[in-house]
């Protein structure tokens, strides 16, 4: 076998050696979109789950809002603005220290393309260009 030979030989099976390769990561990139699609099916129908659970948490909230208030009237006698001015602002103080600590949380290191996306989603919204 001459030296042109084996070259074209070696070269032909590494060229072999690279399809295959290539093959196979096409395979894997084709799993993994795949997987990609079924997990975003299971978060959005999960952010629905947990705005309708968020919607009935604010229903039981009000409702027991409500509850409270009347006891206030009946249990202390209070009239109706002052009862009402309570819950108002224990609403007031709960919402600050909520937002306090999810601002907080929702700080940390955001990835550039992470913004991006939250800048289109924004203009989007706001119907900006």
Do not use: C, N
Not at 26 to 39: M, S, T
Not at 71 to 95: H, N, Y
């Amino acid at each position: 076998m001459s030296d042109s030979s084996r070259s074209k030989g070696g070269f032909g099976a590494a060229a072999r050696v690279t399809a295959l390769a290539g093959s196979v990561m096409d395979l894997h990139v084709r799993i993994a979109l795949q997987e990609v699609d079924r997990e975003k099916r299971r978060l959005i129908s999960g952010g629905i789950f947990l705005l309708m659970g968020g919607a009935f948490m604010l229903f039981a909230l009000l409702a027991a809002e409500a509850v409270l208030v009347v006891w206030m009237q009946k249990s202390l006698g209070w009239d109706l603005i002052p009862a009402l001015l309570v819950v108002v602002f224990l609403d007031l103080l709960l919402a600050g220290f909520s937002l306090r600590i999810g601002g907080g949380l929702a700080k940390g290191p955001y990835l550039p393309e992470t913004w991006e996306g939250l800048a289109r989603t924004t203009k989007a919204v706001l119907g900006r260009p």
